[in-house]
Every structure is written in C-alpha cells, then in structure tokens.
Nanobody, 114 residues
Framework: QVQLVESGGGLVQPGGSLRLSCAASGSVFAVTAMAWYRQAPGKERELVASIISDRWTKYADSVKGRFTISRDNAANMVYLQMNSLKPEDTAIYSC????????WGQGTQVTVSS
C-alpha cells in the first residue's frame, strides 16, 4: 500500500509563492508518473501538474508559467513550486500517481487571500 504525505501549504497573499512537498512510499516510485491534484470547495478534483522525469512535465493551462513540478527519486519526493499565486489557486492540494491510486493522502491546504 502506497502512502502519500503532503506538506507545505498555508496562507499567502496574491502574487506570493509556496513550495509543496510530497513524500511517497513504494519501491516503484522512480518509474511511476506522479502528479499534483487540487480540489477547491464545491469543485471537482483537477490535475494541476504531472511529471515522469525532468524532461517530461505537463501542466494545466491555468498554472502554466507559474507552477513547476519536480521530483527526487532517490528520496521518493515530489515537489510543486507555486509562484504568482492567485485567489483562484485556493484549494486542497494532493499528490498521487497518474492515474491516481484509490488511496489519497490528507492533502495540504493552500489559501491565497489578502
């Protein structure tokens, strides 16, 4: 059973930055496509960014040019650097593979507000 633990969220003003971290267990992590998802209140969960390797990343149009996903396979970690944050980025952010496991971590709350 894979365990996913997210951290790094918080309250930030519009235009600010945050770096989210995800610790994943599992021996197949290095060959697994990973992603960050988010779910805002009253909305469906959406895929924000995904990564296979540093040469293969993909982003939702809404975050292109502002968010950067990266991974450290030696440490089983996935990161999301979020810059130029907007109020509409407010959501619970979770990491998971692509496609996602049935089991999710607790997520980390990101709130963008002045």
């Amino acid at each position: 059973q894979v365990q996913l633990v997210e951290s790094g969220g918080g309250l930030v003003q519009p235009g600010g930055s945050l770096r989210l971290s995800c610790a994943a267990s599992g021996s197949v992590f290095a060959v697994t496509a990973m992603a960050w998802y988010r779910q805002a209140p009253g909305k469906e969960r959406e895929l924000v960014a995904s990564i296979i390797s540093d040469r293969w990343t993909k982003y939702a149009d809404s975050v292109k040019g502002r968010f950067t996903i990266s991974r450290d396979n030696a440490a089983n970690m996935v990161y999301l650097q979020m810059n130029s944050l907007k109020p509409e980025d407010t959501a619970i952010y979770s990491c998971n593979r692509v496609p996602p496991y049935d089991s999710w971590g607790q997520g980390t709350q990101v709130t963008v507000s002045s």
